[in-house]
């Protein structure tokens, strides 16, 4: 087995579906900022600025292959894309996706404009919605990358903030290609 990637922007809704998906299938779920956090003791809240990318990713995959060691099959939720302090887009470094052991993609959208609300409400901070738009563009990409590259499944969902993105995503993750 290995890990479920769940992947997406900043505020499109990962940790809160993680918890859900956790709940159903019954395997755990982390948060890759949490996972490095707990190492480098860099807080990321409404901070998204990384102090060093590269050395963040082995720490990661240090950790990933940890609790791989404990459950045959984990949820990760995490990024392909970060914004730096400048908040331009920054794609994370590709080896990191073969050292957590993907099995799996979902990548999680939404409407921009819902993403910028999500994030201005949690994080009290003001994005550009341009920077939001170009975040899901290169989001997906990479993603689509990544997928090819590593021959993972790649299931692409929009959430809809209702109440029915975990019963969709459920079977989405329970389809065999």
Same mark, same amino acid.
């Given at each position: 087995?290995?890990?479920?990637? =769940?992947?997406?922007?900043?505020? /499109?809704?990962?940790?809160?579906?993680?918890?859900?998906?956790?709940? +159903?299938? @019954? %395997?755990?779920?982390?948060?890759?900022?949490?996972?490095?956090?707990? =190492?480098?003791? &860099?807080?990321?809240?409404?901070?998204? /600025? /990384?102090?060093?990318?590269? @050395?963040?990713?082995?720490? !990661?995959?240090?950790? /990933?292959?940890?609790?791989?060691?404990?459950?045959?099959?984990?949820?990760? @939720?995490?990024?392909?894309?970060?914004?730096?302090?400048?908040?331009?887009?920054?794609?994370?470094?590709?080896?990191?996706?073969?050292? %957590? !052991?993907?099995?799996?993609?979902? !990548?999680?959208?939404?409407?921009?404009?819902? %993403?910028?609300?999500?994030?201005?409400?949690?994080?009290?901070?003001?994005?550009?919605?341009?920077? %939001?738009?170009?975040?899901?563009?290169? &989001?997906?990409?990479? @993603?689509? =990358?990544?997928?090819? +590259?590593?021959?993972?499944?790649?299931?692409?969902?929009?959430?809809?903030?209702?109440?029915?993105?975990?019963?969709?995503?459920?079977?989405?993750?329970?389809?065999?290609?």
């Amino acid at each position: 087995m290995g890990t479920i990637f =769940v992947a997406g922007s900043y505020g /499109v809704g990962k940790s809160t579906l993680c918890n859900g998906l956790s709940k +159903k299938f @019954a %395997i755990p779920s982390f948060s890759a900022s949490d996972l490095i956090s707990n =190492v480098n003791g &860099e807080q990321y809240g409404a901070n998204k /600025v /990384v102090k060093n990318k590269y @050395a963040n990713q082995d720490i !990661l995959a240090m950790e /990933v292959r940890k609790k791989l060691k404990q459950y045959s099959t984990i949820l990760l @939720a995490g990024h392909f894309c970060i914004f730096n302090k400048l908040n331009c887009v920054e794609e994370l470094p590709s080896s990191i996706f073969e050292k %957590i !052991l993907m099995e799996r993609i979902l !990548l999680l959208e939404a409407d921009p404009e819902r %993403i910028l609300s999500n994030l201005t409400i949690r994080d009290k901070k003001k994005y550009e919605l341009k920077h %939001i738009e170009l975040l899901l563009r290169e &989001e997906r990409r990479v @993603a689509e =990358v990544i997928s090819d +590259k590593y021959h993972c499944n790649l299931y692409i969902y929009k959430m809809a903030f209702d109440g029915s993105d975990l019963k969709k995503c459920c079977s989405l993750l329970n389809t065999e290609d």
